[in-house]
């Protein structure tokens, strides 16, 4: 066999084992009233990497990661300062974790921080399963952001990549402005004095969840939880909030990481030693963690 029909042969063989690849990721994916055939799209909304302040995580990234339940559909994506958990049957994150650190709340804070008037709501081309922001117009939700604005407008790219929708999910506005608005504001605050926060929000995903969209197919949570860990003071504690304007005060909500797992089912600090993670994620004392009064 001469030279030249070797290499024909060989490229016949590569382009069926990329046809046959291609074919069996697109048969993997859900079927649903999304159009699975839209090919993918550049995503415009993601700045490039090499633009506004640049940010290194000062700890082990390990941390933001989170064992979910096998049953359970899911994309990871890592954005620049997010990692999310997305699942297209639901058509929202499972969970988003990232990092909070008092210089990134200073950098956020300040004059020349990001105006979250300047950002709008995008899809991820990217994702599958992942709505557009208009699939929640007239739907009676607000869209409500897991990893918050407030906590990303230290850079341009965090602040365009926690405005995609796979960053959101259906809220109430007496919930989302409400009590969870405290508790987001506690965790910037808190921030600060702790240094380095490990942040953990989602929704509670149930069965016979109630559904908005243009095809019906988003799911809306009855519940809401958010995890704080503080490495260097060796605490944490979670919040669990109904999906509805809250009679009580924010910090009425706070609870175990332990209880949050039971209801989720996740498993968050796996990379943590079993011991310490079990005392860790026991504890719940609010008065472990600086006082924070809301304005109303």
Same mark, same amino acid.
């Given at each position: 066999?001469?030279?030249?029909?070797?290499?024909?042969?060989?490229?016949?063989?590569?382009?069926?084992?990329?046809?046959?690849?291609?074919?069996?990721?697109?048969?993997?994916?859900?079927?649903?009233?999304?159009?699975?055939?839209?090919?993918?799209?550049?995503? $415009?909304?993601?700045?490039?990497?090499?633009?506004?302040?640049?940010?290194?995580?000062?700890?082990?990234?390990?941390?933001?990661?989170?064992?979910?339940?096998?049953?359970?559909?899911?994309?990871?994506?890592?954005?620049?300062?997010?990692?999310?958990?997305?699942?297209?049957?639901?058509?929202?994150?499972?969970?988003?974790?990232?990092?909070?650190?008092?210089?990134? $709340?200073?950098?956020?804070?300040?004059?020349?921080?990001?105006?979250?008037?300047?950002?709008?709501?995008?899809?991820?081309h990217d994702?599958?399963?992942?709505?557009?922001?208009?699939?929640?117009?007239?739907?009676?939700?607000t869209r409500?952001?897991?990893?918050?604005?407030?906590?990303?407008r230290w850079?341009?790219?965090?602040?365009?990549?926690?405005?995609?929708?796979?960053?959101?999910?259906?809220?109430?506005?007496?919930?989302?402005?409400?009590?969870?608005?405290?508790?987001?504001?506690?965790?910037?605050?808190?921030?600060?004095?702790?240094?380095?926060?490990?942040?953990? $929000?989602?929704?509670?995903?149930?069965?016979?969840?109630?559904?908005?969209?243009?095809?019906?197919?988003?799911?809306?949570?009855?519940?809401?939880?958010?995890?704080?860990?503080?490495?260097?003071?060796?605490?944490?504690?979670?919040?669990?909030?109904?999906?509805?304007?809250?009679?009580?005060?924010?910090?009425?909500?706070?609870?175990?990481?332990?209880?949050?797992?039971?209801?989720?089912?996740?498993?968050?600090?796996?990379?943590?030693?079993?011991?310490?993670?079990?005392?860790?994620?026991?504890?719940?004392?609010?008065?472990?963690?600086?006082?924070?009064?809301?304005?109303?």
């Amino acid at each position: 066999m001469n030279k030249k029909r070797i290499l024909y042969l060989i490229g016949a063989i590569v382009v069926l084992l990329l046809g046959y690849k291609g074919l069996d990721n697109k048969n993997s994916f859900y079927k649903s009233a999304y159009n699975d055939e839209l090919p993918i799209k550049q995503n $415009t909304a993601q700045a490039p990497k090499d633009e506004g302040k640049e940010y290194q995580s000062t700890g082990d990234a390990s941390l933001l990661d989170v064992v979910l339940p096998q049953r359970l559909d899911n994309q990871t994506v890592r954005y620049k300062s997010i990692v999310v958990y997305f699942n297209k049957y639901y058509r929202v994150p499972n969970c988003v974790a990232y990092e909070l650190t008092n210089t990134m $709340t200073s950098m956020a804070d300040s004059r020349d921080a990001e105006n979250r008037a300047n950002y709008k709501f995008e899809r991820d081309h990217d994702v599958k399963g992942c709505p557009d922001w208009w699939d929640y117009k007239e739907s009676g939700y607000t869209r409500g952001h897991m990893a918050p604005a407030m906590d990303m407008r230290w850079d341009k790219t965090a602040m365009a990549q926690c405005f995609l929708m796979t960053n959101i999910c259906p809220q109430l506005d007496e919930m989302n402005d409400g009590e969870w608005r405290h508790v987001e504001e506690a965790v910037h605050k808190w921030s600060r004095t702790a240094k380095r926060l490990i942040v953990f $929000t989602g929704p509670v995903l149930t069965n016979n969840m109630k559904h908005i969209g243009k095809h019906n197919d988003i799911a809306v949570p009855e519940r809401f939880f958010k995890v704080v860990y503080a490495p260097e003071q060796n605490r944490a504690i979670a919040f669990v909030m109904e999906n509805k304007k809250l009679p009580n005060s924010w910090t009425n909500y706070a609870t175990t990481i332990d209880r949050v797992e039971a209801l989720t089912g996740y498993d968050f600090l796996a990379s943590l030693e079993d011991n310490v993670e079990n005392v860790i994620e026991s504890k719940q004392n609010i008065k472990d963690w600086p006082k924070y009064y809301p304005s109303r």
